[in-house]
């Protein structure tokens, strides 16, 4: 299979590797002339086999993307397919489909997990979109995912949009349990009565009811920085969470966790916190995502 891929960021650029690792052919497309592999969108989709093409866009969500489907959908004919595998708003999926729609080119949203570590361990899916569609796809999923049972990392979770709406709660669960593991991180070394906080925390990774992937990464955060000396405690944040908020208030659906934890990363922006630096940390091990560096360091 031959796919085109745009945008060749810190996470296309490992799709693109793991792709081809798993036997599926890949052309891609960045602005970055020192990493893309044709000039432009025109030659990506020149060098894809006609009737068939399948282009996985993979770009910051809003404008960005809306504005590199436009071009596709001029560029592109009956037969052939897009996947929007970025954080896009899961609302704008359906007018990207109907856009695409009317040139016979059929779409796809993905929701992906797995930040910079995917290219080794590989991307939870969750994939919205007709069902030949998403069939017609299923060897670029199954090269992007996890090893083992295909239902254990990816999962056809509905139409267009509900790839992108599963990954917004996805990423509001996230916001919840970073906050959790941040918090309780504070009070271990507020309190001065434990003798070394990382070392407790890297005991609870096994054998305890809250080990999880995103413990382990703290534990390697403070164990590069052991009192996260070197992060200063500001956190961003990328939109999912307050996408999943907002829906929560529009279904009425109780999320104080998830809210509590969006309002924390505002807190951030405002006075030091080490528990928002903890998050700070985790954000930066799972995704690669910039920290700014403390004023001392």
């Given at each position: 299979m031959h796919v085109g891929l745009v945008g060749l960021g810190k996470m296309g650029a490992n799709m693109r590797t793991r792709l081809r690792e798993g036997g599926v052919e890949v052309t891609g497309y960045d602005r970055n002339p020192q990493v893309t592999d044709v000039a432009d969108?025109?030659?990506?989709?020149?060098?894809?086999?006609?009737?068939?093409?399948?282009?996985?866009?993979?770009?910051?969500?809003?404008?960005?993307?809306?504005a590199?489907?436009?071009e596709l959908a001029g560029l592109?004919?009956?037969?052939?397919?897009?996947?929007?595998?970025?954080?896009?708003?899961?609302?704008?999926?359906?007018?990207?489909?109907?856009?695409?729609?009317?040139?016979?080119?059929d779409f796809i949203d993905v929701g992906v997990s797995g930040g910079v570590w995917g290219l080794t361990e590989g991307y939870g899916l969750m994939v919205?979109?007709?069902?030949?569609a998403v069939e017609r796809s299923m060897p670029v999923f199954d090269a992007l995912r996890p090893a083992g049972d295909r239902a254990d990392g990816f999962v056809h979770?509905?139409?267009?949009?509900?790839?992108?709406?599963?990954?917004?709660?996805h990423n509001?669960?996230?916001?919840?349990?970073?906050?959790?593991?941040?918090e309780g991180y504070e009070l271990l070394a507020a309190k001065g009565l434990v003798t070394d906080v990382p070392a407790?925390?890297?005991?609870?990774?096994?054998?305890?009811?809250?080990r999880s992937w995103l413990l382990d990464l703290l534990v390697k955060?403070?164990?590069?920085?052991?009192?996260?000396?070197?992060?200063?405690d500001w956190v961003d944040d990328s939109g999912e969470g307050r996408w999943t908020v907002d829906e929560a208030i529009d279904l009425a659906v109780p999320a104080p966790v998830i809210s509590a934890a969006l309002f924390a990363r505002f807190a951030s922006r405002q006075g030091e916190s080490p528990a928002m630096k903890a998050v700070a940390a985790l954000r930066q091990q799972f995704g690669g995502h910039a920290v700014k560096p403390a004023p001392s360091s």
């Amino acid at each position: 299979m031959h796919v085109g891929l745009v945008g060749l960021g810190k996470m296309g650029a490992n799709m693109r590797t793991r792709l081809r690792e798993g036997g599926v052919e890949v052309t891609g497309y960045d602005r970055n002339p020192q990493v893309t592999d044709v000039a432009d969108l025109p030659a990506l989709v020149a060098a894809l086999p006609a009737g068939e093409r399948v282009v996985w866009v993979m770009v910051p969500s809003g404008t960005v993307t809306d504005a590199v489907i436009r071009e596709l959908a001029g560029l592109l004919s009956a037969g052939d397919l897009v996947i929007d595998g970025g954080n896009s708003y899961y609302q704008d999926d359906q007018p990207h489909a109907e856009l695409l729609a009317q040139h016979g080119v059929d779409f796809i949203d993905v929701g992906v997990s797995g930040g910079v570590w995917g290219l080794t361990e590989g991307y939870g899916l969750m994939v919205g979109g007709e069902p030949a569609a998403v069939e017609r796809s299923m060897p670029v999923f199954d090269a992007l995912r996890p090893a083992g049972d295909r239902a254990d990392g990816f999962v056809h979770v509905g139409p267009v949009g509900a790839g992108h709406f599963a990954k917004m709660v996805h990423n509001g669960v996230e916001y919840g349990l970073m906050q959790a593991y941040a918090e309780g991180y504070e009070l271990l070394a507020a309190k001065g009565l434990v003798t070394d906080v990382p070392a407790v925390m890297r005991a609870w990774t096994h054998g305890t009811v809250v080990r999880s992937w995103l413990l382990d990464l703290l534990v390697k955060a403070l164990a590069q920085d052991p009192g996260l000396a070197r992060i200063e405690d500001w956190v961003d944040d990328s939109g999912e969470g307050r996408w999943t908020v907002d829906e929560a208030i529009d279904l009425a659906v109780p999320a104080p966790v998830i809210s509590a934890a969006l309002f924390a990363r505002f807190a951030s922006r405002q006075g030091e916190s080490p528990a928002m630096k903890a998050v700070a940390a985790l954000r930066q091990q799972f995704g690669g995502h910039a920290v700014k560096p403390a004023p001392s360091s």
